[in-house]
């Protein structure tokens, strides 16, 4: 079956970078669009960044965009999420999520886009 494990969340300063993982299993990986979510609790599931099966094509909500940068490697199934600069409202559990796409360029910013989602990993950021 599918599978999507997050890893690499943890605590961090505001400022401060972290690099959050998430590996494939279980699907094509290079057929799939893949995205990031974060939520805290209490309110709902906001897109945070996606990127186009083959990796050409990025997409970024505003907040993040300038300090995030998502990424993948086909041949590790993996989809990356960079962070630089965070801040204490990046605090949230971040989720990747993955999509089958029949176009090469196509990335999906809206959760019901998705097919497949991971357990999540929790982000910290203090001030």
């Known amino acids: 079956q599918v599978q999507l494990v997050e890893s690499g969340g943890g605590l961090v300063q505001a400022g401060g970078s972290l690099r959050v993982s998430c590996a494939a299993s279980?699907?094509?990986?290079?057929?799939?669009?893949m995205g990031w979510f974060r939520q805290v609790p209490g309110k709902e599931r906001k897109f945070v960044a996606a990127i186009s099966r083959s990796g050409g094509n990025t997409y970024y909500a505003d907040s993040v965009k300038g300090r995030f940068t998502v990424s993948r490697d086909n041949a590790k199934n993996t989809v990356y999420l960079q962070m630089n600069s965070l801040k204490p409202e990046d605090t949230a559990v971040y989720y990747c999520?993955?999509?089958?796409?029949?176009?090469?360029?196509?990335?999906?910013?809206?959760?019901?886009?998705?097919?497949?989602w991971g357990q999540g990993t929790q982000v910290t950021v203090s001030s």
């Open positions: 279980g699907l094509t990986f290079g057929s799939y669009a």
């Open positions: 999520a993955a999509r089958y796409s029949a176009h090469g360029g196509s990335y999906y910013s809206s959760t019901p886009n998705y097919e497949y």
